[in-house]
């Protein structure tokens, strides 16, 4: 058992009007880490909301909200990472597309020497439950492009469920640059391609990636935008080959 001052496990949940999805998916993580033996922690990032998704996060006992101006998601859950006190760091969607049952396979891999477990909706054993066909082939497509530019052998970068060694979290979330302390304001729904340029520092400091298949469902209330959060996707993807030829990433 860890000491209530050292959590084995921290959950980060970046948010952005999410009041009326929030209630749901905490009182379900609430409830899975009442039944587990070690100690843990819950922190809401509120990517700068316009409703109450911070108050009502707050309603929940035991739940840590942190208010940032709206960055993006990429900023909101480098906030959390770095907040976070946990031997070990769940990213998660506000959504809870993924169960979050299925965190059980990640610490599996963590405490068999992974530094970095990225939940994978591709491959033999993961399912796509509710997802319409050309959003299927928009992230085959996007996930191409990755692959040619930033990140080889990597079957699902964009996943919203990924866990991390804190040490891990703590090195790879202060060196990103897009979506660092100088990340912009935004306006409106942002999903953003953070998630490349974590997992290109995470491959080029040798750190141990690992995919695991999950489980996921398709959220009919999905605030993606698929030009506009397409074109941004893009826009990150490129910028971190760019930051890479440019030196950005030097240790």
Same mark, same amino acid.
């Given at each position: ?22 209630? %749901? ?9 009442? $039944? ?16 109450? %998704?911070?108050? %009502?996060? /707050? ?7 942190? $208010?940032?101006?709206? !960055?993006?998601?990429?900023? /909101?859950?480098?906030?959390?990472? *770095? ?7 769940? *990213?998660? &969607? ?20 992974? &530094? ?47 866990? *991390? ?6 090195? *790879?979330?202060? !060196?990103?640059?897009?979506?660092? &302390? ?52 893009? !826009? ?9 030829? !440019? ?5």
């Amino acid at each position: 058992m860890v000491s209530p001052e050292t959590p084995l496990l921290s959950i980060v949940i970046p948010a952005y009007n999410e009041e009326g999805r929030l209630p %749901t998916t905490l009182s379900r993580i609430m409830d899975y880490l009442e $039944r587990q033996r070690y100690v843990s922690e819950v922190l809401v990032v509120d990517d700068g909301s316009s409703d109450e %998704t911070a108050a %009502t996060a /707050a309603l929940h006992p035991g739940v840590t909200v942190l $208010r940032r101006d709206h !960055r993006g998601k990429g900023f /909101a859950v480098r906030a959390g990472a *770095l907040a976070a006190r946990g031997s070990y760091i769940l *990213l998660c &969607d506000a959504d809870l597309a993924v169960p979050i049952e299925e965190w059980e396979k990640m610490y599996a891999h963590l405490i068999s020497g992974s &530094d970095l477990v990225i939940g994978s909706r591709e491959g033999l054993g993961a399912t796509r439950q509710g997802e319409p066909w050309y959003r299927h082939v928009m992230g085959r497509v996007f996930n191409m492009i990755i692959g040619v530019v930033a990140i080889r052998g990597i079957k699902d970068t964009q996943c919203g469920f990924k866990a *991390l060694r804190r040490t891990t979290a703590q090195d *790879l979330f202060r !060196r990103v640059r897009i979506y660092g &302390d100088n990340a912009p304001i935004l306006h409106g729904a942002a999903v953003t391609a953070y998630d490349v340029e974590l997992l290109f520092l995470a491959r080029r400091s040798g750190y141990r990636i690992v995919e695991v298949p999950v489980l996921w469902n398709y959220g009919a209330e999905t605030k993606v935008n698929p030009v506009r959060d397409s074109l941004r996707n893009l !826009r990150d993807v490129l910028t971190v080959r760019l930051n890479d030829l !440019r030196g950005r990433y030097q240790s």
